[in-house]
């Protein structure tokens, strides 16, 4: 099956200091990906919409200027967070769509990464 | 907007047994995609199963299996023979078939299957 790749997994950072978190499509193209939110033991909240070559749709509520989206090319989609905070720790999951093919709905999950801001 | 509803927080069971996961939703669409996604404690999610809403027959995966009510808008999945390696927070999730095609997640189901 298509697989997601996020980098890095886990990620320690001060307050104040921005952090990239990428999310590759490994054996195939993806126009649209998403990124999601996950705080402990909830559900996962869809922060943005990640388009290639075009800017990210963004979820009310969330801060645009505080994480910023780059999809510029069909594999790869960067989240980064601007000067972290405590309580920008959580865990963000990337998800990405085939482009092409038969559409069947189905979205194919990167690992996660884990963000802890000291 | 659409909403996904799972009542059960927490679920336990028995090694072998079978157990059901209920999840209902609320939406104004007529075609779109439901889903079970199970995230174990590597945290990955893991599609289980999909069902398209034109579709009156359940979809069914080796041991998963679900019963879709379309117009009471539920969607259990049932889980048979259950193994300990289903252990997992299991997640239903809604998808209209087209448009931005954005998942929305139930609150999620903590299964633990015991020995």
């Known amino acids: 099956g298509a697989v997601v790749s996020q980098h890095p997994s886990w990620v320690i950072c001060k307050s104040g200091t921005s952090v990239k978190i990428e999310c590759r499509s490994l054996?195939?193209?993806?126009?649209?990906m998403f990124w999601y939110r996950q705080f402990p033991k909830q559900s996962l909240m869809l922060m943005a919409t990640?388009?290639?070559?075009?800017?990210?749709?963004?979820e009310q509520g969330v801060e645009k200027d505080k994480f910023l989206i780059n999809h510029a090319s069909l594999t790869l989609s960067t989240l980064t967070v601007t000067s972290a905070h405590p309580e920008d720790s959580s865990f963000y999951i990337c998800?990405?769509?085939?482009?092409?093919?038969?559409?069947?709905?189905?979205?194919?999950f990167g690992e996660g990464s884990r963000l802890t801001v000291l | 907007a659409q909403t996904v509803t799972q009542s059960q927080p927490e679920m336990s069971v028995q090694e072998a047994e079978t157990v059901t996961l209920s999840c209902t939703y609320d939406t104004s669409e007529n075609n779109y995609y439901l889903f079970w996604y199970k995230q174990p404690p590597s945290r990955q999610m893991i599609l289980v199963i999909r069902?398209?809403?034109?579709?009156?027959q359940n979809a069914t995966e080796n041991r998963f299996s679900v019963n879709f009510q379309k117009a009471a808008k539920s969607f259990s999945l049932k889980i048979s023979d259950s193994q300990l390696g289903d252990t997992a927070m299991y997640f239903c999730a809604f998808m209209k078939s087209s448009g931005a095609q954005k998942l929305v997640f139930g609150q999620g189901t903590r299964l633990t299957i015991n020995p």
């Open positions: 990640s388009n290639e070559g075009s800017k990210a749709t963004y």
């Open positions: 069902q398209e809403a034109y579709k009156q």
């Open positions: 998800s990405a769509r085939l482009t092409g093919g038969l559409n069947t709905g189905e979205l194919f």
């Open positions: 054996d195939f193209q993806a126009t649209t």
